[in-house]
């Protein structure tokens, strides 16, 4: 029995959470607002915090979750993205060599200027705003003061509880009839949150360690991607107007194309990407009594 503890047991780390309890592990979680139940309040940028954590908790495997992912509010705050992507990852890379544990760190394709896309895990990064420059600043923290560790770069989607994220405001602007601008420019090939979660535990329990890329293989821009939404779910697809993201009110710049290539994830590991698809089919049929 394993001693795993999910850092910010949000959106990914609860999914995580509940794929990982279905065996006999001892789970901890984290939590970094509004911290209840069994959940531990944390704030990873503290290293007097982490440190009590680690030692109260002495865990085998840390599953870092936590991230400052407001992209516009970053670029005009950008302390606030250092303090959690970039000195967080740092203070759990530290206390994860002092205690031989594991860490599981999940960045982003936001780190790639977006210039070529199906970027391999061996391409140079260029983040061209202050949420990827963080998170790129915490890869680095994590390769320079630890060792056994995972890296993992990924963009996912699914049904959120609260009505945040892309999907919910996709779903739910086009179940209210309203009008989406869905950008032609900006591609991605994002997993559903549940294909993400199991693939997670499944590296967790590998013995790999450096940087991997976790992606469907079904890639699309965001304007597809809500046609996508409409035709599972029978909305009006003429709700859905083509924009650019060049000629968005962005406060942050965008990389246009952050696709990830997944070829050594496919040979690694057993849990196969599903396609976006079969994903809004699984969603569908999981949250139908919650989203209709």
């Known amino acids: 029995m394993k001693k795993i503890l ?32 069994d959940n531990i309040f944390l704030d990873i940028s503290n ?3 982490v440190e009590q954590v680690f030692d ?4 085998d495997i840390v599953i870092n979750c936590a991230a400052n992912t407001n ?50 895990e061996n391409d140079v990064p260029n983040p061209v705003n202050v949420y990827g420059r963080s998170k790129l600043d915490g890869e680095k923290l994590i390769h320079e003061y630890s060792s056994n560790y995972v890296i993992l770069r ?44 199991t693939m997670i535990e499944e590296i967790a329990f590998s013995k790999y ?6 992606s469907s293989d079904s890639i699309v821009n965001k304007y ?25 009110n962005l406060k942050a710049q965008r990389p246009a194309d952050t696709t990830l290539d997944n070829t050594k994830a496919k040979f690694l590991l057993k849990t196969n990407p599903i396609s976006i698809e079969n994903s809004l089919k699984i969603i569908k049929r999981k949250f139908y009594k919650d989203i209709f």
């Open 6 to 37: 999910i850092i910010g047991r949000g959106f990914l780390g609860d999914y995580i959470f509940q794929e990982l309890k279905r065996q006999p592990n001892k789970i901890f979680t984290t939590i970094h607002k509004n911290a209840s139940g």
């Open 71 to 120: 992209v516009d509010y970053l670029e005009e705050n950008p302390q606030q993205a250092y303090d959690v992507n970039s000195l967080g990852p740092k203070n759990l890379a530290i206390l994860c060599s002092e205690k031989k544990s594991r860490l599981i760190h999940v960045s982003t394709d936001g780190i790639f200027d977006g210039k070529k896309g199906m970027y391999k």
């Open 224 to 248: 597809q991607f809500a046609l996508k939404i409409a035709e599972e779910f029978q909305f009006d697809k003429s709700l859905i107007i083509k924009g650019s993201i060049t000629n968005s």
């Open 56 to 59: 109260e908790i002495n865990p």
């Open 154 to 197: 990924t963009n996912f989607f699914g049904f959120h509880g609260q009505n945040r994220f892309l999907f919910n405001w996709m779903f739910n602007s086009l179940k209210n009839n309203e009008k989406i601008i869905g950008f032609e420019d900006a591609f991605f090939n994002p997993l559903e949150i549940s294909n993400l979660a």
């Open 47 to 49: 290293s007097k915090m």
């Open 209 to 214: 360690q450096g940087i991997i890329h976790l």
